[in-house]
């Protein structure tokens, strides 16, 4: 099983990035995909999900608006298009996969956002 991001980097305030997570080794139309996000110092916390099954999609409150998650079952991959990135966001970003027990959960290693000028 592998979850593999992509795209990070250093971006100015305002800008945009797009963060690819790339599946193997399990039945990725089965899973809840979901980018989570961690600064330095605080918890991780989750930022937008998506079913590969319904297309349903949930976003957290400071990313709504900016943040699109969308997701293609043909390719296995998730990704998470941010725009008007603000220094807020700087942050390891972690991709998920998610299904209900027994299905074990899955994780990305992360990839690095830094948003500054």
């Known amino acids: 099983v592998q979850l593999v991001e992509s795209g990070g980097g250093l971006v100015q305030p305002g800008g945009s990035l797009r963060l690819s997570c790339a599946a193997s080794g399990f039945t990725f139309s089965s899973y809840v995909m979901r980018w989570f996000r961690q600064a330095p110092g605080k918890e991780r916390e989750l930022v937008a999900a998506i079913s590969n099954a319904g297309g349903g999609t949930v976003y957290a409150d400071s990313v709504k608006g900016r943040f699109t998650i969308s997701g293609d079952n043909a390719k296995n991959t998730v990704y998470l298009q941010m725009n008007s990135l603000m220094p807020e966001d700087t942050a390891i970003y972690y991709c998920?996969?998610?299904?209900?027990?027994?299905?074990?959960?899955?994780w990305g290693q992360g990839t690095q956002v830094t948003v500054s000028s």
């Open positions: 998920c996969a998610w299904a209900l027990k027994p299905k074990p959960t899955y």
